[in-house]
């Protein structure tokens, strides 16, 4: 059974935008902190931004400024707003449930972003 899609990936020019979404089912949505982690060739797996149940959230110093998460409960999604791309933000993109009160964590199929002129 699938619980997170996400969308929203593809080829964008250095300094353009792109928003990349991530629809979950409601029972993991309610009660969630959803995150966004991305992952180069060769490289491990590098966590970005949270957003957690309340509305707190956290980005990583490497896109602080340039990216920002958000959730729409009345959607059961979390999106990922890329301003201002760098070559270097070429990834595969993978949204992340993590529901504390069960200790378990779910991962979307990821979504490549591509960032070249």
């Known amino acids: 059974q699938v619980q997170l899609v996400e969308s929203g990936g593809g080829l964008v020019q250095p300094g353009g935008s792109l928003r990349l979404s991530c629809k979950a089912s409601l029972s993991i949505f309610m009660t969630a902190n959803m995150a966004w982690y991305r992952e180069s060739p060769g490289e491990r797996r590098e966590w970005i931004a949270t957003?957690?149940?309340?509305?707190?959230?956290d980005y990583a110093r490497s896109v602080q400024g340039r990216f920002t998460i958000s959730r729409d409960s009345a959607e059961n999604t979390v999106y990922l707003q890329m301003d201002n791309v760098k070559s270097q933000d070429t990834a595969v993109y993978y949204c992340?449930?993590?529901?504390?009160?069960?200790?378990?964590?779910?991962w979307g199929q990821g979504t490549q972003v591509t960032v070249s002129s």
């Open positions: 992340n449930a993590h529901q504390p009160i069960f200790n378990l964590s779910y």
């Open positions: 957003i957690a149940k309340d509305g707190s959230i």
